[in-house]
Structures are given as structure tokens and as C-alpha cells.
């Protein structure tokens, strides 16, 4: 419903905002769990955000630049992310296995 993160969006900065917007006004409901144990997160700075991103601005820019693009996309109503793309995600090194006469 939602196509995940966009993922023409800069490496760092303002993913979750844009997710947690698109998703409010599509309708879906936000409930914040209260379990300490659930909501665990991995604490990180900005640099530690951006040290191995694919980019050289700061995360300060790409923040900037994401939160405009998801102005611009929510303005005009784009809600679901990355409709145009075939495959979403990292798609290097993904292998696929098969199995040819395995007994049951």
C-alpha cells in the first residue's frame, strides 16, 4: 500500500517522517507501543547515520532534501513510494536456490 521507504530519497535523513506522513493520510492507523522490550532501537549520531551512505553530502543536506521531496510528493499526492521501480531494497548479491531431485 505504502511501496516501503522511497527509495529515491537520499541515503539518510527524513525516511521515517516521510513513511509515518504518507501512511496517516492514506488512512492507516499510528498506535504507539508501549513495551520497552518492542520498541528497542540501535542509538546512532548523524555521523554514525551517514559514515558507510553512498553520498558525500551531510546528513544535515540529506535530510533537507528528502524532507523537500517529501513535500513535493505529498503535495501532489504521491502517497505510495517507488511505483516506477521494478525491485525495491538492495538487489546486489541476492542469489536464488533450486532443488532438482531431492527425496521426500
Known amino acids: 500500500m505504502l511501496g516501503g521507504y522511497d527509495e529515491s530519497f537520499d541515503p539518510a ?14 488512512g492507516l492507523n499510528y498506535i504507539h507501543l508501549q513495551d520497552a522490550e518492542y520498541n528497542r532501537a540501535i542509538v546512532t549520531t548523524n555521523k554514525e547515520e551517514i559514515a558507510h551512505a553512498s553520498s558525500e553530502k551531510s546528513w544535515k543536506e540529506m535530510n533537507r532534501n528528502n524532507r523537500q521531496l517529501s513535500s513535493k510528493n505529498i503535495t501532489s499526492r504521491k502517497l505510495k513510494a517507488n511505483t516506477d521501480r521494478e525491485h525495491i531494497g538492495i538487489t546486489d548479491h541476492i542469489y536464488t536456490f533450486t532443488y532438482n531431485n531431492i527425496d521426500k
Request: aromatic share 8%; glycine share 8%.
Open 13 to 26: 535523513g527524513y525516511q521515517d517522517n516521510d513513511l509515518l506522513s504518507r501512511a496517516r493520510l492514506m
